[in-house]
Each structure stands twice: as C-alpha cells, then as structure tokens.
C-alpha cells in the first residue's frame, strides 16, 4: 500500500518489504520485517461498439452495400476480490538479509454481461468474463551491503495459479453459407481454463546513495514465459445444424508472454521526516503479441456439411502488444506526535497503453491513465499501519471499425477471404483503489532507549 500511496515512485527509496515488487536492494533496509496488505481494485470500462455491417451477392460474395452499426453500449465491472501481499525477511548477518514473498497480480477481473435487454451483447466476441482466474507471485530474495553507500538485491520468482476466459466463438464459416455473420444461433460459448501454470523469472537491483539526502535506484524485471496446459470447454450452438453434432476432447497447450520491466529513481529529502521521489519505468508488453491456443484431439462429430470427425484448428487471440512508458512522482512525510508518528503520502502518475488501438478489446481495456493517489499511516513501537486510496483516470480511445484489427474466432477450417473484426468502437475506463496494510519490524530500536 505504501508504494501505492506515493504514486508507484518506490525504486529508489524502497526501505521495507514492497522492495520485493519494485527494487530488490531495498530488502537490505528492512532487516527482520513481516508484512501483509490488501487491497481491493474496482474497474469499471464503457464500451460502445461500431461494426461495417456489409451486404453481399450470395451468388458472387461481391459488395453490394455497407453501413455502420452502432450497438448499445456494454457496462464491464469487476468482482469484490481482495488482492493480498505477504511477506516475511530476516537478517542473516549485517550484511545480508534474505525474504519470501507471496504477491497477487494488481489486475481487475472484469466481467462483462452475456445479454443486453434479450438480445447478445456486442462485446460477447471478445470477452464474457475471468471468472475463475486466480494468479500469484512466489519467490525467494537476498539483499547486500557491502558498505553505507551500496545495496544490491535479487529474486528468484514463480507465477503460478490459473486463468480462466469465458467467451463467445462464432461458427458461421464464409465460405459455407450456412449463416449470416454474428448470427446469434451459430454462436458457441467457449471456456478457455489455462493451468495449472508454473512459470519462473527473477528481479534485481541495486541502491546507490552518494549523500545522507540523495538516494538512486535501478531495477530489473525478467519477463515471463507462460507454457502450460489448458482445457476448452464448448456449449455447442442453437442452430438447428449442431442438433446431431457434439465435442469431443478437451485438452489443448496454449503459449505467451508477460513483459520485462526496468524501473529507475530518485529519491531526495529536504528536510528531516520529508522523503520525495521522481521515478521512470518503460515495460516490454511487445513481447505479448498473442495468446496462442493448440487444442490437442478437440474435434467436431457429426457436423453437417463437415468431415467427420472435424478436428478444431490452431486458434490466436491476436495481442499485438507495444512497449509502454510511465513517469511517477511522489512523496511522504512523518509527524510525531507523542509515542505515535503519522505518516501523510501522496502520489501522481503516467502510464502510456500498451495497446495500439487497432487491438483494443474489452479483453484488456488499457488506456493512457493518469492515477492520483493519498494515503495516511501511523507508526507505534515496532508496528506500522497504512491506508490508501488511488483513483485511475483513463483516456478515452475511439476505434475506428475501417482500422479495427481483431476478428472473431472459428473454430472450423474457413477460407476467409474478408476478416470480419469485432472490436470497433469507444473505450472508456476508470478504477479506484481501496487498500489497507500493516508492518511489523523485529529488529525496531526506540530512538527514546538508544538516547538514554
């Protein structure tokens, strides 16, 4: 919560357990500590689309006129779920200090509903709902000292947990002119259940404080590389053509990839009590260009029109990811009043999409944002206690459909000469962040004891 209060600003001051998350070196300063957050994240998205709908010759499958749609607009909220951190480090000797951490991705489970007043949601294409996803990371760090001025630390991390995406397949195939395109009686409700998922990675860093005031940081995230098993689960269409037809097999592997992260700062205090920190970051989200899904003996039997059995092709949700940016900023300052410090923090931040426009979906609503946040601790003997709150302001993203790139999945063999995409439209998004935290520090000292 604390890195959180001050903006996300926390590579170069980290001094307690959240050095675990954004700079490993700082786990020297927190010696003997045990520490447990949590936090709720409420995200809510607004998405409006807008579709080409085009008029074909069913003799020649030529134009012969098009128009744009615009459908009612989708409402996505996120579930009540709180997202812990829990942590525990130990100081081996004075130079060293070794911790265990356990951290659940900062990440809305959006939902979106299937309906819209009777009729199929516009969004079903792209996203239905998570329900079911429950990912966390696991690991192991070492920090060292080897004077005043140095730290160096490092991890050994785990991703590991489950994810779950329900969502709507169409199987209206072009070149068969069974159907019209989003006709809702061809569509097939699809789970995709990604786990049990172990994946490693790792951080470092280090801390370099040239003056008792000054304080630079500089970390490294290690991306992630996901390859696991999964299972598809399908609710076979309405139509009148899968009456016979049923799907057998489950089991699939599906691939891809989390970003890299580097992250500098620099911390300066200007006065006793009174700590600022103006950070950077840059994440390699252009390495998640796809989630790719390799169904392994799922196939069709007794579809019409089809050979039977009907093996289910390769499918890609296509990502088409680009590295993002953010600037932090942020602050704290400590007041003590009696046997008490209060603690008073505030934080403002930037962050660029990672999604170019043309690959927005309602599977990952990420905008530019701005996030402000405030947050109020307070300090008794070895304990510390902190609150936060942070409001994310996004930016709204208009998806023209002549540029939009995301076509709807099949899973038949189709020759599709004209991709038909779906994620045309108005994006906008908004999220709070309610979060509550606590430490306690083993190795604390009373300044009052070491005076007299």
Request: charged share 20%; with cysteine; glycine share 10%.
């Amino acid at each position: 919560m604390r890195p959180l209060a001050r903006g996300g600003a926390f590579a170069a001051g980290a001094n307690d357990l959240h050095a675990l998350w954004y700079n490993p070196a700082g786990l020297f300063d927190a010696g003997s500590q045990f520490l447990f957050d949590a936090a709720w994240v409420d995200y809510g998205v607004d998405y409006t689309r807008r579709a080409i709908v085009e008029q074909r010759d069913p003799n020649t499958n030529q134009v012969v006129g098009e128009f744009e749609q615009t459908f009612p607009t989708v409402h996505g909220t996120s579930a009540a779920v709180p997202i812990p951190t829990l942590a525990g480090s130990f100081r081996l000797h004075e130079q060293w200090v070794m911790a265990l951490g356990l951290e659940a991705p900062y990440s809305a489970l959006t939902s979106y509903p299937e309906e819209i007043d009777g009729v199929p949601a516009p969004s079903r294409y792209s996203l239905i709902n998570l329900d079911g996803s429950a990912l966390a990371i696991i690991g192991a760090w070492i920090a060292y000292a080897p004077n005043d001025m140095w730290r160096f630390g490092m991890g050994l991390q785990m991703l590991v947990g489950r994810f779950v995406a329900t969502t709507m397949y169409s199987t209206c195939v072009p070149d068969r002119f069974f159907c019209a395109q989003e006709q809702p009686e061809f569509d097939a409700l699809t789970q995709l259940s990604v786990g049990p998922i172990v994946a490693p990675s790792g951080n470092l860093g280090v801390q370099f404080i040239p003056h008792e005031r000054w304080q630079i940081g500089l970390s490294f995230q290690a991306p992630v590389i996901i390859r696991a098993p999964a299972r598809i689960r399908v609710r076979l269409p309405s139509s009148p053509l899968f009456e016979r037809a049923r799907v057998n097999g489950e089991e699939a592997s599906v691939a891809f990839e989390f970003p890299w992260v580097l992250r500098w700062g620099v911390q300066y205090q200007p006065i006793d009590n009174l700590f600022v920190e103006l950070d950077g970051s840059v994440e390699g989200w252009s390495i998640h260009d796809s989630i790719d899904i390799n169904p392994e003996g799922v196939e069709f039997a007794n579809l019409p029109g089809f050979p039977n059995p009907t093996g289910v092709p390769p499918q890609s949700y296509a990502r088409n990811f680009r590295d993002s940016v953010a600037i932090r900023g942020g602050g704290e300052y400590g007041l003590e009043v009696a046997d008490i410090t209060l603690f008073f923090l505030a934080g403002l931040s930037y962050e660029s999409s990672a999604v170019p426009p043309a690959s927005l979906s309602v599977l990952t609503v990420d905008l530019n944002k701005v996030t402000t946040s405030l947050g109020f601790g307070f300090g008794y003997d070895a304990w510390r206690f902190d609150f936060v709150y942070a409001h994310m302001f996004g930016e709204e993203v208009d998806v023209d459909p002549e540029e939009a790139e995301l076509e709807v999945l099949v899973p038949l063999e189709a020759n599709i000469v004209n991709p038909h995409t779906v994620n045309g439209g108005t994006y906008n998004a908004r999220g709070n962040v309610l979060g509550v935290g606590l430490r306690y520090a083993f190795d604390y000292e009373d300044p009052d004891e070491e005076e007299e």
